[in-house]
C-alpha cells in the first residue's frame, strides 16, 4: 500500500500554502493525502467546552481547520484522496510519529504562535531534525507566495557524499516534474590560499559530486556545479530561482538529540523556496 503524503496544519496561511503544495505532490505521486492537527490543548483551555458540542472550544477549532484543508485540497485537486484527524498531544511528538507511515511530511514555514512567526519555529525545526521520512518545509519567494511552474530541483551535496537518501529523492522529484536537477557542492579553502591549492580542493569537490551522483540512472537530467564559497551561502544562493532545495541529514541510531546539520537548518531558516530535509540512517 502506497504511503500518504501528510501535512501538519494549525489554520495559519503558511500551514495552508502547505496544503496546496502537499495537493500539488500528492497527485504526481498518485499518494492519498492526510491532514494532521496536532495540539494539547487542555494545557490552554482547561475544560471550557463549545456551546451545544460538548467538546473542548479548541477541539471544535480543530476540527474546523482540518475540514477546511481538506476542502481547499479537494477543490485544489479533486482526485487526490483527503483524510484528516484531530490529535490531542504535542505537534512534534505527533508529526515525528505520523513521519513512520509517510512518504513525506510537509509543514509551513511560519506557525500561529507569535514565537514561531520568527523564522521557521520551534515545531519545524525539531521535526525535520527527527522525522523518519523527508520533511518539506514550504518557505515562499520573498513576497511569501509559494513558488508555482516548473523549476528545477536543487540537490546540495556535502563533504562526506554519503547521503544516498538525499540524492535518490531528488532525482525522483525531478522525473516527476519533468525539470531538470541541478546537483550543487561547494568548496572552501582559506582566502589567503590561490593557485594550486585552491585548484586542489576544487578537483576534490568534483570528484566527490561525481561519487554522490554514480549511482544516477542514465535518463536523468543532472548539471553539475562545484561552486567555492561556504555551502550555506552557495545553496541559500541557488535556492533564490529553484522549485526545490534538497539536503541530506544523517541519522544516528540511539542518539536523541537534534540530528540537523548546520547546512540543513540554516537552508530551513533562510531559503527562497521550499526546503526538503531527507533522513539518511547510518
Not at 494545557?43 to 473542548?56: I, N, V, W
Not at 504535542?90 to 515525528?96: F, H, K, R, S
Not at 521535526?127 to 513576497?143: E, F, K, L, M, T
Request: some cysteine.
Amino acid at each position: 500500500m502506497d504511503l500518504p503524503i501528510v501535512v501538519g496544519v494549525d489554520g495559519s496561511e503558511p500551514s495552508m500554502r502547505a496544503v496546496d503544495w502537499a495537493t500539488d505532490g500528492a497527485a504526481l505521486r498518485g499518494a492519498s493525502l492526510r491532514l494532521v492537527y496536532a495540539s494539547l490543548w487542555e494545557r490552554y483551555e482547561g475544560t471550557s467546552l463549545a456551546q451545544d458540542l460538548d467538546k473542548p472550544d479548541e477541539q471544535v477549532r480543530a476540527e474546523d481547520i482540518v475540514a477546511t484543508a481538506a476542502r481547499r485540497a479537494h477543490s485544489r485537486r479533486p482526485d487526490v484522496e483527503v483524510t484528516t484527524d484531530v490529535l490531542p498531544e504535542e505537534p512534534e511528538y505527533a508529526l515525528v510519529r505520523e513521519s513512520r507511515t509517510a512518504a513525506a511530511l510537509v509543514l509551513g514555514s511560519r506557525g500561529r504562535s507569535s514565537l514561531a512567526e520568527t523564522l521557521l519555529g520551534s515545531v519545524g525545526v525539531t521535526v525535520a531534525g527527527h522525522a523518519y521520512c523527508p520533511v518539506i518545509v514550504v518557505r515562499g519567494s520573498h513576497d511569501n507566495r509559494v513558488r508555482t511552474g516548473a523549476r528545477r530541483i536543487v540537490l546540495g551535496v556535502g563533504e562526506k557524499p554519503a547521503d544516498a537518501a538525499a540524492v535518490r529523492f531528488a532525482v525522483e522529484e525531478a522525473k516527476r516534474r519533468g525539470v531538470p536537477l541541478e546537483a550543487v557542492r561547494a568548496w572552501r579553502c582559506h582566502p589567503l590560499m590561490t593557485g594550486e591549492p585552491a585548484r586542489l580542493h576544487k578537483e576534490r569537490a568534483v570528484e566527490e559530486l561525481g561519487a554522490a551522483l554514480q549511482d544516477v540512472p542514465a535518463d536523468a537530467e543532472v548539471h553539475r556545479r562545484t561552486v567555492g564559497g561556504h555551502a550555506r551561502r552557495v545553496l541559500l544562493d541557488a535556492s533564490a530561482d529553484g522549485g526545490l532545495l534538497v539536503v541530506g541529514a544523517r541519522r544516528r541510531e540511539g542518539h536523541f538529540g537534534l540530528q540537523l546539520g548546520g547546512v540543513a537548518h540554516a537552508v530551513l531558516h533562510h531559503s527562497a523556496c521550499p526546503v526538503a530535509v531527507v533522513p539518511q540512517r547510518a
